[in-house]
């Protein structure tokens, strides 16, 4: 009566080289990358119990041939640890059937879900709508002056020649314009020519000297405080709309 081979009762056929040979290889690779035997294990997904098994050279603990070939090419693999000739465990065909009645580990990669994905779509589609959002309320009161400077085509855009002034004082021989919140204001002559366009920021003082016939354009009647020729004026118009076209007669 023979000896049975050792590892055949799981279907690991016995190497033609020494097995714990292999495995010492594998420990001296893993221990130079300061790499313990639970590293490995979360790394390649082969039990920690599988790992000892390799490096104590009992290959014949392992799950069944195919599962001990996969776990010997993932370990050496993730240690660049070449596998020599006969160390490869390609097991015959007729050793695999028992592993079908084995209880076994090998390890899978995790998969990443597709509502992974979605969910960090739309946190990257909700940061671009809120940067957007912001954009657009940052920049509307310039968005309507463009669009009022554009809807009067040939008409000259120099700056006026009134100057700001250091503070908003009464002058009967001025209109003034100070700004209350951001906003714009638009001012044309008696023959409609445009005299300037000016970007408002609160506490700027306008002023310009007193002339019959003069129109004042606003970004919002609210966003100004109005003065012509000394005395206080209301501006008409709806709140957070355009007011056009005031005429700033001192008697009017």
């Not at 065909?93 to 995790?110: G, I, M, W, Y």
């Not at 509502?115 to 709508?129: C, T």
């Not at 002034?165 to 906003?183: C, F, K, M, R, Y």
């Not at 405080?225 to 000394?230: E, I, P, R, T, Y």
């Amino acid at each position: 009566m023979t000896d049975q081979p050792k590892g055949s009762a799981t279907g690991v056929p016995p190497l033609e080289v020494d097995a714990a040979a292999l495995g010492v290889r594998l420990r001296w690779a893993r221990e130079e990358r300061n790499l313990s035997l639970a590293d490995v294990a979360d790394q390649t997904r082969i039990r920690q119990a599988y790992l000892e098994c390799i490096e104590q050279g009992r290959l014949e603990d392992l799950p069944g041939a195919v599962y001990a070939a996969g776990f010997l090419r993932t370990y050496a693999a993730l240690l660049d640890v070449p596998l020599q000739d006969g160390e490869e465990l390609t097991p015959p065909t007729a050793s695999r059937p028992t592993v079908a009645n084995q209880h076994l580990d090998f390890p899978q990669l995790p998969l990443q879900t597709s509502s992974s994905r979605l969910i960090l779509v739309v946190a990257i589609g909700l940061i671009v709508i809120l940067l957007a959002a912001w954009g657009v309320s940052q920049r509307a009161w310039l968005g309507d002056m463009l669009e009022l400077v554009r809807s009067q085509p040939g008409e000259s855009s120099a700056p006026a020649t009134g100057q700001p002034l250091a503070s908003p004082n009464p002058d009967t021989s001025q209109i003034t314009v100070t700004a209350i919140t951001e906003g714009w204001l638009q001012l044309r002559d008696a023959e409609q020519s445009l005299i300037t366009t000016r970007l408002l920021q609160p506490g700027d003082v306008y002023s310009y000297p007193y002339s019959k016939g003069l129109n004042l354009t606003v970004s919002d009647p609210q966003a100004v405080n109005l003065s012509v020729a000394g005395q206080t004026r209301t501006i008409p118009g709806t709140p957070g709309q355009i007011a056009r076209n005031i005429p700033l007669d001192a008697d009017s």
